[in-house]
């Protein structure tokens, strides 16, 4: 994929304009933030928003969760500069929904608590499939931190002109301490308006955008596809192939999109801030209609970005790819709409890193503290001081790692997550659901085989070494030829998950016989897991 070398550029926009209309979100949605954390009076106020939010507003606050700065910048970025291989990101990614539909939402809200982990540990034993679930959810969280941080970065290379890595580092370091004050004073209860209000403003934005770029056109798509055509010098930016030469990486590209979303962590906490199965059932429907929305305003502001920008603009920009869409909105209305869109932008990095780092925060002190080390005697109170502890260290971690992937396509950064995600947790969780036959042993194997298969495939491919676009181009220890692990890695996790359960006699009927009453009918779904 494309890693960006930013180069002197100039500024665009005003910079006193975009820092106004920055602050003025962060001060509005802070205030919020204080004013509902005042309602945290306990464990699920913190973890699962007091499970008081209905499913229209948690299909809203999960919209606002899923689409990153990768959905924005990213897959904007690869539409202007890939065209119809750009856009197979926003179809993965929608398509993704109907699994976390159809096979996840409502049977992992009536069977969890807090967690993930609550779920592939609800039958097996605790203490080692709680550590697993945690350390893939600190893993997933990583990759996709990364990618925000990094969106960060590109983002005010743009708006205020800095191109030297020092500025660009305070910045995202400001990204991040915001992000540790909104988990810490609102928990997940404050996380959720963030989201709420941002998932509104992104898809306004977005939609203004695209109604603007339409206008232009008489609302005829062949007349933008055209330009774009003459603008590129390319006709084939309309045809596959531009990005995906081979048809295995694509595929590969693929599963890890569409089965990565269920497998998530920061998606699937999301499930447990509402009050009913049918309410979770809401939430994913509502999700499905405003993702889709968003993602058809993507087709129009990639083409828009290369009609009227053009592919090398966007290139040579601080910022690079991911620039894209701020600078189309430079182009339909100046300083003033950038300011707004940027600030939609940033809007956007804060309120999904909050999400990820409450989810974080929330595995290693729900899973590992109070289960692992403490072995479940520990007070809800001291389990939440915890967490808010591991939120101030998760946010730091997220800084310097942001730092260091300041300049990488946000896009396939995130792409990476999802076949983190997919290899590592979806296995699991469709086996704890699905299959009663399912053991320790192979939820072992399953979680850490997709963990470090995945990894392992990431890190000997042409992403991190080997190629000029790679993370580190003068280096070359390159084995792997696809750029995503998931026709690898996740086959592999569900083969694991199989070979450790057939290998190991451990079958607990009443327990499993609980669980699935428990999935399909949300019985018992508010009290504490009892093992």
Known sequence: MNAIVIPAATQVGNTTLNIAIFSIFVLVTLGIVIRVSKQNTSAADYYAGGRAFSGRQNGIAI????????????????????????????????????????????????????????????????RPVRTAAAINTLAVSAFYLLAQMAGAGGLVALLLGITDRTGQS???????????????????????????IKAGLLIFGAGVMTLWVGAKYGFNLSGLFDDAIKQAGNSNILNPGLQ??????????????????????????????????????RSVVWAIWLIGLFYLFTLVLGYGAQALVGSAAIKAAPGGVNSAAPLLAYK??????????????????????????????????HDIYAQVIKKGAVSPDEEVKVARRTAVVVGILAIIGGIFAN???????????????????????????????????????????GLISSLVLIIGSPVVSGTATSMF???????????????????????????????????????YAEMEVRSLTGAGAEKAISH
């Open 63 to 126: 919209t606002g969760d899923y689409l990153s700065a990768a959905s924005f910048l990213g897959i904007a970025g690869a539409i202007a500069v890939n065209g119809y291989d750009g856009f197979l990101y926003s179809i993965g990614f929608l398509v993704a929904w109907l699994v976390a539909l159809l096979l996840v939402a409502e049977l992992l809200r009536n069977t969890g608590k807090f967690t993930m982990a609550d779920v592939l540990s609800f039958r097996l034993k605790q």
């Open 170 to 196: 305070i910045v995202i370091a400001v990204v991040g301490a915001l992000m540790i004050i909104y988990v810490l004073i609102g928990g997940m209860k404050g996380t959720t308006w963030v989201q709420i």
């Open 244 to 281: 995906y030469k081979n048809k295995i990486d694509f595929i590969s590209l693929s599963i890890a999109l569409v089965l990565g979303t269920a497998g998530l962590p920061h998606v699937l906490m999301r499930f447990y801030t509402v009050p009913t199965s049918k309410e979770a059932r």
């Open 332 to 365: 339909l209305g100046g300083e003033l709409l950038l300011g707004v869109i940027s600030a939609v932008a940033f809007a956007t990095i804060l309120a999904v890193v909050a999400g990820l780092t409450i989810t974080a925060s929330a595995s290693f002190a």
């Open 407 to 449: 300049g990488q396509n946000i896009a396939f950064l995130v792409a990476l997550a999802f076949a983190v995600a997919a290899s590592a947790n979806l296995p699991t969780i469709l086996y704890s659901l699905f299959w009663k036959n399912f053991t320790t042993r192979g939820a072992l194997f399953s979680m850490y085989g």
């Open 473 to 511: 181009p003068s280096a070359n220890f390159q084995w792997f030829g696809l750029n995503n692990p998931g026709i690898i890695s996740v086959p592999l996790s569900f083969f694991l998950g199989w070979l450790g359960s057939v290998t190991e006699k451990e079958h607990n009927a009443a327990k």
